[in-house]
T-cell receptor
Framework: GIQVEQSPPDLILQEGANSTLRCNFSDSVNNLQWFHQNPWGQLINLFYIPSGTKQNGRLSATTVATERYSLLYISSSQTTDSGVYFCAVGEGGGADGLTFGKGTHLIIQP | DAGVTQSPTHLIKTRGQHVTLRCSPISGHKSVSWYQQVLGQGPQFIFQYYEKEERGRGNFPDRFSARQFPNYSSELNVNALLLGDSALYLC???????????FGPGTRLTVT
C-alpha cells in the first residue's frame, strides 16, 4: 500500500515563529488532507488539497502531486497551534480509506 | 449543523468481551469510515461503508466487523477483545467517494 512520511517528527518553536511541515507519499493520490489533532483526540480538518495551493488565515498548504509531496505552512505561531499535525492520503480506486502519516508533534512556547 | 457524533465517549471492557461502537454521520453524508488510533501513532483504516455496502477494509482481523443502517449511521463491532485493542476509535463521514472526510470525537476503548 501507499506510504506516507511526515517530517519533522517533533518541532519546538517560540511564539511568533513560522514553520513548514512536510508530507511525502509514495504513489499517486486522489485525496490529501491535513489535520490538527487536539489534546482530546479530535481531528480538526485544516485542508483538503489533493493538488494546488490553499490559504486559510495564518495557515496555507501546497501539494505538488507530480512530485508526491505536500507542505503545510504555519505563520506567526500561537500557543494554541500546539498539537499533532497529520497528513492523510487516499489512493482512490476500490477503497476510499485514508492512510495517515505518523504526524508532526508541534510545541509552541510562549 | 451537527457534526459526526460517536457513542459512547469512553468504554472499559475486559479481555474476551464484545463491544459495539456507534457513529452518526453528518446529515446528507452517505459514506462512513472507521479508524483505530493507538497511542503515539496515526489513525489506521479499518472499514468503509458507502450506501450500506462495505467498500473497503483495512488490515484487521475478522474479530472486527461493521455495518451501515438505512439512515447511514454505522456500528463497529469487536469480538473477543484483546489488550491490544485498547485505542481511540474514530468515525469519519463524507458525502461520497473521494470527498473530504470529517471525523467525530472518537470513542476511547480500554481493555483490561
Amino acid at each position: 500500500g501507499i506510504q506516507v512520511e511526515q517530517s519533522p517528527p517533533d518541532l519546538i518553536l517560540q511564539e511568533g515563529a513560522n514553520s513548514t511541515l512536510r508530507c511525502n507519499f509514495s504513489d499517486s493520490v486522489n485525496n490529501l488532507q491535513w489535520f490538527h489533532q487536539n489534546p482530546w483526540g479530535q481531528l480538526i480538518n485544516l485542508f483538503y488539497i489533493p493538488s494546488g495551493t490553499k490559504q486559510n488565515g495564518r495557515l496555507s498548504a501546497t501539494t505538488v502531486a507530480t512530485e508526491r509531496y505536500s507542505l503545510l505552512y504555519i505563520s506567526s505561531s500561537q500557543t494554541t497551534d500546539s498539537g499533532v499535525y497529520f497528513c492523510a492520503v487516499g489512493e482512490g480506486g476500490g477503497a476510499d480509506g485514508l492512510t495517515f502519516g505518523k504526524g508532526t508533534h508541534l510545541i509552541i512556547q510562549p | 449543523d451537527a457534526g459526526v457524533t460517536q457513542s459512547p465517549t469512553h468504554l472499559i471492557k475486559t479481555r474476551g468481551q464484545h463491544v459495539t461502537l456507534r457513529c452518526s454521520p453528518i446529515s446528507g453524508h452517505k459514506s462512513v469510515s472507521w479508524y483505530q488510533q493507538v497511542l503515539g501513532q496515526g489513525p489506521q483504516f479499518i472499514f468503509q461503508y458507502y450506501e450500506k455496502e462495505e467498500r473497503g477494509r483495512g488490515n484487521f482481523p475478522d474479530r472486527f466487523s461493521a455495518r451501515q443502517f438505512p439512515n447511514y449511521s454505522s456500528e463497529l463491532n469487536v469480538n473477543a477483545l484483546l489488550l491490544g485493542d485498547s485505542a481511540l476509535y474514530l468515525c469519519a463521514s463524507s458525502p461520497g467517494w473521494g470527498y473530504e472526510q470529517y471525523f467525530g470525537p472518537g470513542t476511547r476503548l480500554t481493555v483490561t
